[in-house]
């Protein structure tokens, strides 16, 4: 049955954190074999969480890693390494939430991803599995040069849309970015779990079951 009309809403997506599990300690602990605690300190120092959010925002890894590897010489193998293995701080999908997304689009809703990565990035990752074809728009801050919360990124993902925000729900797992959508009027499901999601979506009329099993990815 398609449910896709006039009412139906737009969802609109997170990746990171809704739709893929990414973190650097992926990379640092698990596979470079590093302590928690030497992560952490590593993490905290050069201020890791603001210096890659200006690769969300457009900036090229080239000129990131050369700037933080002259400020902290001492962790330039460190910054390279996020940059030369990156997809070594991804483990994967979430399946779970892929397998919603997949009855969304069976049932036809228009899907939409709005995510803060850094373009050369994602490039890499969207070739990497079929899921991402499933979207009728992804919004790239690293391609957009815009950001989430701020509110020019989402202003902009109406107008791909072609919605108004009241018609679109949101997905997002961290709260100043929902904050920021339902200011915008966005309808919003703060992401916790995949299960929680599952809920909220049937509270919502979106959906009854989700599929069983493991979708292809």
Not at 160 to 187: K, M, S, V, Y
Request: proline share 6%; aromatic share 12%; net charge negative.
């Amino acid at each position: 049955m398609n449910h896709k009309n006039e009412l139906s809403p737009a969802i609109v997506f997170d990746l990171g954190g809704v739709l893929m599990d990414w973190s650097p300690y992926y990379l640092y602990c698990d596979k470079l074999g590093l302590d928690r605690q030497t992560v952490d300190h590593f993490l905290k120092t050069v201020d890791f969480s603001g210096w890659n959010r200006e690769q969300d925002r457009g900036r090229t890894f080239a000129e990131a890693t050369s700037e933080l590897s002259a400020r902290f010489p001492e962790f330039r193998e460190l910054i390279v390494a996020y940059d030369e293995h990156y997809l070594d701080s991804l483990s994967g999908p979430i399946l779970p939430v892929v397998a919603i997304l997949e009855k969304l689009k069976s049932a036809g809703y228009p899907l939409y991803a709005l995510s803060n990565w850094p373009a050369e990035k994602f490039a890499l990752v969207r070739r990497q599995y079929a899921f991402f074809n499933w979207f009728d728009g992804i919004i790239i801050s690293g391609e957009v040069r815009l950001i989430k919360p701020d509110r020019a990124i989402y202003e902009l993902t109406l107008k791909r849309i072609g919605r108004p925000a009241p018609e679109c729900l949101f997905i997002d797992d961290h709260a100043p970015n929902i904050q920021a959508a339902r200011a915008l009027g966005f309808q919003t499901i703060q992401f916790q779990s995949p299960a929680q999601l599952e809920s909220e979506l049937q509270r919502l009329g979106i959906l009854s079951t989700v599929s069983q099993g493991c979708p292809q990815v």
